[in-house]
Structure formats: C-alpha cells, structure tokens
C-alpha cells in the first residue's frame, strides 16, 4: 500500500464571545424616553384647548413674555394650563406677576369694583341732572316754573323738588287734585327721567298746617299720600314706565324742607322724585324684605 499522506485537520478555537457592553442598554433607554415624551406629547395635545396649547407654547418659549401678557386678564386660563401640563408653578409665577406693577395693572378688588360702579353711576346721574336743567332752560312752558322745580345730588341719588309757591300752589287747597302747571311739569320730566333704569321714589310732604278738628279721618298723612300717588300718575302718563316706580309714600310735615324753615311756609308743601342709586334701591329691597 503505497504511503498515504496524513490528512492533517486543523480545528480553529474561537475565542469566547465578548462581553456585551451597556450601548445596546442605552439605545434602550433612549427609546423609552422618547416614546414616553411622545404619549406625553399625545396625551397634553388630546386634554387641552387651543389657547391652552398656545399658552404653554409661548411659556416655554418665553416664559416672561408670557407672563406679562398674561397678567390681570387670564392668571386663572394660566393657572390651569400649568396644572394640565404636570407642573405646579402658580403661585410662583403669580408672584413675578404680581411685582412692581402699578395700581392700574393689578387686578382690582371687589370693593375697588364697587367703587368704580358708583362713581359711573353717579356720573350718569350727574348727566340727567344736566340734561333736566337744560330742557327747563330750553323750554317755555319748564322755564316759567324754573324757581320751583330744584335738582340736587344726594347720597340717595338724583332728588328732584317740586315745591310750592306763594300764589302758585301745585294742588288745590287742601285736596290732591293736581293745578295745570305740576302737571305740566311732570308729564314734560317724565321721559327725562324715563331713560334711566334706575328706580323712583316719590316722596309727597305738607306743611305743619293742621286740618280742621272735624275731620279726624283725614289728615296731613293721607294728604301727603294721595298728593304722591298723584304725582305718580302724571308722571307714568308722561311717559315714565310703571315698573320703575319702587315707592310712593306721603311723609306729612314730618321732614321740613330744611332746618330753618318755619313750619307753615308754602315750599315744605313739596314733592320729591328721586332717581335713586343702586345702593339706595337695594337697601329699600332688603328692609321690605326682612
């Protein structure tokens, strides 16, 4: 048998695997993160409004751009995209807010509030006090009664006076009938004073002259009464709506026109419309009420 050459077989040893390193670990966590920043991402754009979205966007772009334009119109709409979006950062940022802002950039109170509706009620009441004392100005038949007819602000609002005169009374003697001329003057007020909405209070008042002891029945108190309600209807025929009359009360001699005045002069025969103020018209609601 002829010499064979000997098969030689070569068994190459591979080294063992490498130990696996943290990159895979790592590209791992990146994933992760992203994906949780994308649910995030999807669930803040699913909960929140458009302006909501806005404002975040423009919060982290500028956060103190965003917080001037915010300040005193929509602290709260911030307050809950802030909270929406995870982080509580209000009373932080209303505090940046809240410094170095003058008066007129802070948000205003409830009693700056009611203030400030006062004044532009009284504003208002000033304007229908000027334009009653130019329509008695501007109109004839007004201008001939003009001492008679008095306009004054009061804490209760606009107080008209229609008072008598010497040889002019505004009723017949001892009666409520009503003379030509106060009806004139209310049916030509009335729809003056009808442009307001604010209520009316008609007050009617005598003089101190006492009634003749045979009629016990009737006195200075009934005559006030009914002298008010008759002013009442003129001014409702004048155009004055009925709705806004709140009160008609008659008061006697019990309220002097003033504190110098003698008990039997003519101007304490008077009657008073006032064009009342909300505070004046509330309290009258609540003590009827209680």
């Known amino acids: 048998m002829a010499d064979q050459q000997p098969i030689i077989i070569k068994k190459i040893k591979k080294g063992g695997h490498a130990h696996h390193g ?18 995030l991402l999807m669930w803040l754009l699913g909960t929140t409004t458009e302006p909501e979205r806005k404002g975040i966007a423009e919060y982290f772009q500028d956060p103190f751009k965003a917080s001037r334009e915010d300040r005193g119109a929509d602290v ?13 950062i209000t009373s932080q940022d209303q505090g940046q807010v809240d410094k170095g802002l003058t008066p007129e950039e802070k948000e205003p109170t409830a009693e700056e509030i009611e203030q400030k509706a006062e004044a532009l009620e009284k504003e208002k009441l000033e304007n229908l006090k000027q334009k009653i004392q130019e329509k008695i100005n501007t109109t004839a038949e007004l201008n001939e009664f003009k001492d008679q007819i008095r306009l004054e602000i009061t804490s209760e609002g606009l107080r008209i006076l229609i008072v008598d005169a010497q040889n002019r009374p505004m009723y017949k003697l001892a009666s409520a009938e009503t003379e030509p001329q106060i009806k004139l003057i209310l049916r030509a007020l009335a729809p003056v004073i009808n442009e307001l909405p604010n209520k009316v209070s008609l007050n009617g008042h005598t003089d101190a002259r006492p009634f003749p002891a045979n009629q016990k029945k009737y006195t200075n108190w009934e005559l006030s009464s009914d002298r008010a309600n008759a002013a009442r209807f003129e001014l409702t025929q004048g155009g004055l709506a009925e709705e806004k009359i709140l009160r008609v009360i008659g008061l006697s001699s019990s309220v002097p026109y003033s504190a110098a005045t003698e008990p039997l002069d003519p101007i304490n025969r008077r009657i008073s419309i006032i064009v009342m103020n909300k505070k004046t018209e509330q309290e009258i609601v609540d003590s009827v009420g209680d």
């Open 22 to 39: 943290g990159a895979w670990k790592l590209a791992y966590a990146d994933f992760v993160t992203a994906m949780m920043a994308f649910f």
């Open 76 to 88: 709260g709409d911030r307050t809950s995209i802030v909270q929406a979006g995870g982080a509580d």
